[in-house]
């Protein structure tokens, strides 16, 4: 009886699958059975967002960047926020420096004419009188472009906090 519904169930099942069920074959020797390793757990893989909050927390510990933002300057003289600016720029340059190593996606001097390179359309943004089917030759490099070359930043610290508030014991 056994041998019966192998008959029937291969039939229907090469008729309408094109294949032999599995067990049928491993029961008349036609396959063998391979045993399967289970998939190695997949690693865990930082979060698209961790990069960001660490350049975050080393622009506020090496240059209190985010203080500087969320500060409303408006009641300061120009001169006030300037000399506060010089101070952020130069410390935010070197932090950049230290973990970074940027470079400029298109090497030309702002304000000269630039070639525009139609095979890779991230590395620029047309502006002004851009002709309708959207491509162009070249014109005049108005911002550069920077690359990331090389990324080395410091392991995360747990927890949310970007840089830890400083208190001063008197």
Do not use: C
């Not at 967002?49 to 300057?73: K, W």
């Not at 130069?90 to 973990?99: D, F, I, N």
Request: aromatic share 8%.
């Amino acid at each position: 009886m056994n041998r019966i519904s192998f008959a029937f169930r291969s039939f229907f099942s090469i008729l309408f699958g094109g294949t032999l069920p599995s067990d049928i074959a491993q029961a008349f020797g036609y396959s063998k059975v391979v045993q399967m390793r289970p998939a190695p757990a997949p690693k865990p893989q930082a979060g698209p967002s961790d990069g960001a909050v660490q350049i975050l927390s080393i622009l506020q510990r090496d240059a209190r960047l985010i203080d500087f933002l969320m500060e409303d300057v408006s009641a300061y003289s120009d001169e006030q926020v300037g000399a506060a600016v010089r101070d952020v720029q130069e410390q935010s340059r070197k932090s950049l420096q230290r973990y970074l190593k940027l470079q400029p996606a298109i090497d030309g001097v702002e304000g000269t004419y630039s070639k525009v390179d139609a095979t890779d359309s991230s590395t620029y943004k047309l502006i002004g009188k851009v002709p309708a089917s959207g491509k162009a030759p070249g014109g005049t490099l108005r911002h550069k472009v920077w690359k990331v070359d090389k990324v080395d930043l410091p392991a995360i610290a747990p927890g949310s906090v970007l840089a830890p508030a400083e208190i001063e014991i008197e």
